[in-house]
């Protein structure tokens, strides 16, 4: 079992910048591909940015490409999301999840999934 623990989220002025992190429990944290999904009220979670087991790999939704970058570092068994040039529409709560092997871009198809982090950036 992995457990996934979220932190850094906030409340932001749009246009700026915060850093998320996911902490995840267990020895075997770097043979899983990481993830990002995100949820506003009312909307169905989606994807937002996910990282290959060794880091060689990121992938991006459209909607935060240039602006958010992911990153991990296994020796603390953590996974990052940084936030810049932030925006109104980017409100929402924020999830990290793990799939072991290869990266998954679903919602509905990972293994193991955090709490949440909200995010709120303002106009």
């Known amino acids: 079992q992995v457990q996934l623990v979220e932190s850094g989220g906030g409340l932001v002025q749009a246009g700026g910048s915060l850093r998320l992190s996911c902490e995840a429990s267990?020895?075997?944290?770097?043979?899983?591909?990481m993830g990002w999904f995100r949820q506003a009220p009312l909307k169905e979670r989606e994807f937002v940015a996910a990282i290959n087991w060794s880091g060689g790999s990121t992938y991006y939704a459209e909607s935060v490409k240039g602006r958010f970058t992911i990153s991990r570092d296994n020796a603390k068994n953590t996974v990052y999301l940084q936030m810049n040039s932030l925006k109104p529409e980017d409100t929402a709560v924020y999830y990290c999840?793990?799939?072991?092997?290869?990266?998954?871009?679903?919602?509905?198809?990972?293994?193991?999934w955090g709490q949440g982090t909200q995010v709120t950036v303002s106009s």
């Open positions: 999840a793990a799939n072991k092997g290869v990266i998954s871009t679903s919602s509905l198809y990972n293994d193991y």
């Open positions: 267990g020895r075997t944290f770097s043979s899983y591909a």
